[in-house]
């Protein structure tokens, strides 16, 4: 057998472990399921009335935002599992196995994808009943729109892996991820126009690849001016990818090599 089919065999085996661990620890599905289920009804019947989101019903501004981040979000999973089975030496077990040292972090990677395919069926799902809906939006734009979520979240898997390998603790994880990407989705369009920010903010905002990216999807979904949104999200996404695949990979080796 070659070394990629071994390669995707081993990583196929781990992404089944990562993905029967979630029936054990329904707890995971948190961010996959209720906090978005929250966020949304928080924003959509709390604060809708009170924010200027232009000619759109504040539900269909609001929900590619929140959709974005969500599928952002999705990626502490990784986070905390890696940094769970370093603690535990369960990488050390890896690391004595005839199995390919790629295979761990692929598979958590991948892994990733299909629990934000669930992440997405439920946030259309509440989205609908709240009354969202595709504004003129064609199939294969709606579609484009999902294989950019899918791979906005498969960048920050990327970066949620680097975050749990340098954590020690599960809980280390979890604060070091809200403390560096929280505030970045607060900083964005995702629930307000970068507009109506102050300046300074307001061009931090238009820098922040959370603006570009749920920006990008009210243009597919909306019809908003595209601009240079739709194609800098993916430009964004590929370099997110180039930047921490690597970074996570050379920590791993480190992590495995103690």
Same mark, same amino acid.
């Given at each position: 057998?070659?070394?990629?089919?071994?390669?995707?065999?081993?990583?196929?085996?781990?992404?089944?472990?990562?993905?029967?661990?979630? *029936?054990?620890? *329904?707890?995971?599905?948190?961010?996959?399921?209720?906090?978005?289920?929250?966020?949304?009804?928080?924003?959509?019947?709390?604060?809708?009335?009170?924010?200027?989101?232009?000619?759109?019903?504040?539900?269909?501004?609001?929900? *590619?935002?929140?959709?974005?981040?969500?599928?952002?979000?999705?990626?502490?999973?990784?986070?905390? @599992?890696?940094?769970?089975?370093?603690?535990?030496?369960?990488?050390?077990?890896?690391?004595?196995?005839?199995?390919?040292?790629?295979?761990?972090?692929?598979?958590?990677?991948?892994?990733?994808?299909?629990?934000?395919?669930?992440?997405?069926?439920?946030?259309?799902?509440?989205?609908?009943?709240?009354?969202?809906?595709?504004?003129?939006?064609?199939?294969?734009?709606?579609?484009?729109?999902?294989?950019?979520?899918?791979?906005? @979240?498969?960048?920050?898997?990327?970066?949620?892996?680097?975050?749990?390998?340098?954590?020690?603790?599960?809980?280390?994880?979890?604060?070091?991820?809200? %403390?560096?990407?929280?505030?970045?989705?607060?900083?964005?369009?995702?629930?307000?126009?970068?507009?109506?920010?102050?300046?300074?903010?307001?061009?931090?905002?238009?820098?922040?690849?959370?603006?570009?990216?749920?920006?990008?999807?009210?243009?597919?979904?909306?019809? %908003?001016?595209?601009?240079?949104?739709?194609?800098?999200?993916?430009?964004?996404?590929?370099?997110?990818?180039?930047?921490?695949?690597?970074?996570?990979?050379?920590?791993?080796?480190?992590?495995?090599?103690?």
């Amino acid at each position: 057998m070659s070394s990629l089919a071994v390669s995707a065999s081993d990583t196929w085996v781990l992404a089944r472990r990562n993905l029967k661990r979630i *029936p054990r620890q *329904p707890d995971l599905l948190i961010a996959y399921t209720i906090q978005p289920v929250m966020f949304t009804l928080l924003f959509v019947y709390v604060f809708g009335g009170a924010i200027d989101s232009g000619p759109f019903d504040y539900v269909d501004f609001l929900m *590619p935002g929140i959709i974005v981040q969500s599928i952002a979000f999705g990626g502490f999973v990784t986070a905390l @599992g890696l940094s769970e089975d370093v603690k535990k030496g369960l990488i050390d077990r890896f690391r004595s196995l005839p199995m390919s040292r790629a295979a761990v972090l692929t598979a958590r990677t991948f892994s990733d994808i299909l629990l934000n395919c669930v992440s997405l069926v439920v946030l259309f799902a509440v989205g609908f009943l709240a009354g969202f809906g595709f504004i003129g939006a064609t199939a294969g734009e709606i579609v484009l729109g999902i294989v950019l979520l899918l791979l906005i @979240g498969y960048a920050f898997s990327w970066i949620f892996a680097l975050i749990g390998l340098f954590s020690s603790s599960p809980e280390t994880a979890n604060s070091i991820g809200f %403390t560096v990407i929280f505030p970045l989705t607060f900083a964005s369009s995702v629930f307000v126009p970068a507009s109506t920010m102050p300046d300074g903010l307001r061009q931090f905002a238009e820098a922040n690849p959370f603006t570009t990216v749920s920006d990008a999807m009210r243009s597919l979904w909306l019809g %908003t001016p595209a601009h240079t949104d739709v194609w800098m999200s993916f430009v964004w996404c590929f370099v997110l990818i180039a930047v921490f695949a690597p970074l996570a990979v050379a920590r791993y080796r480190r992590v495995a090599a103690k």
